[in-house]
C-alpha cells in the first residue's frame, strides 16, 4: 500500500480513517481486531494515533483490550495524550485505560500532554488519577516538562494538583533550574510563588540563582523576601 504506516492491512485502514471495510473485515474475521503489526502495534493504535474516533469506538465496543503496549511499551492512551486527541481520551479512560502507564522511557500520558502543552487531556488524566510526581527513566517530572517548555498553564494545573516543585532529576535539576535555564521567566517565578527553592544544587553545584539569565535572580530573590 502507497503511503502505509503498517505491515498490515486492517492497521493502515484504522490509519486512513476507512471504518466501513474495517468493519466488514473485522466481523467476518474477528482475530484481526487484535493483530499486532510490525511494531506489536494494533488498530486501537493507529485508529488513536489518527484520531478516528469511529473506529476507537466500534473497537472498544467489540471488547478489544484497552492498553495493548506496542514494541516501545506505548499504550494508545500515550499515542492520544501525545496526539492532543481529546474524545479519544476521554473515550480510553471512560474504558478503564491506565492514566499511570508507562513506556520504554518511563513516561506516562501526563508527561507528554505536559510537555506538548495539551492542557484539556492533561485536566482529564489528573482528574482521573494521574500522578502529577510520576518520573520518567531520567526521573523528570510532568512539571520538569512543562516548565521547560514553558507552558505556563501546565505548570499552573500541575501546581493545582499538588505537584512538588522541589523534585530533582538525573542531573540534579528541579523544574526551577530548567526554566531558568530556558529563559521562561513566568514560569520560574510561578514556582518560586509556589515552594520552589532557588537554591538547591545540581549535579554541576549551580543553583536554580545562577543559571537565572538576565535580572531574572534578583526578581526570584524579590518573591523569596517578600
Not at 510561578?190 to 545540581?202: P, Q, R, T
Request: aromatic share 4%.
Amino acid at each position: 500500500m502507497d503511503g502505509a504506516v503498517s505491515n498490515v492491512e486492517i492497521c493502515n485502514l484504522a490509519y486512513t480513517g476507512d471504518l466501513e471495510q474495517l468493519k466488514a473485515l473485522i466481523l467476518s474475521n474477528k482475530s484481526l481486531a487484535t493483530k499486532t503489526d510490525q511494531d506489536n502495534r494494533t488498530v486501537l493504535h493507529w485508529s488513536c494515533s489518527a484520531g478516528h474516533k469511529d473506529i476507537v469506538d466500534f473497537l472498544l465496543n467489540l471488547g478489544v483490550p484497552v492498553d495493548p503496549k506496542d514494541d516501545v511499551s506505548w499504550t494508545p492512551l500515550h499515542i492520544a495524550a501525545s496526539a492532543g486527541r481529546e474524545e479519544i481520551v476521554k473515550v480510553l479512560i471512560g474504558k478503564g485505560a491506565q492514566v499511570n502507564a508507562i513506556n520504554q522511557n518511563g513516561c506516562s500520558p501526563l508527561h507528554y500532554a505536559a510537555s506538548r502543552n495539551r492542557y484539556e487531556i492533561a485536566c482529564m488524566l489528573l482528574e482521573n488519577g494521574a500522578d502529577p510526581n510520576i518520573t520518567d527513566n531520567i526521573h523528570s517530572t510532568p512539571l520538569h516538562r512543562a516548565s521547560a517548555k514553558g507552558n505556563i498553564r501546565l505548570v499552573q494545573l500541575l501546581l493545582k494538583h499538588n505537584a512538588s516543585t522541589n523534585l530533582q532529576d538525573l542531573e540534579g535539576n528541579t523544574p526551577l533550574h530548567l526554566a531558568c535555564d530556558e529563559e521562561r521567566a513566568e514560569e520560574a517565578k510561578l514556582l518560586v510563588e509556589n515552594g520552589a527553592s532557588i537554591y538547591i544544587e545540581n549535579k554541576e553545584e549551580k543553583t536554580p540563582l545562577q543559571m537565572a539569565k538576565g535580572g531574572l535572580g534578583l526578581q526570584l530573590r524579590r518573591i523569596i523576601e517578600g
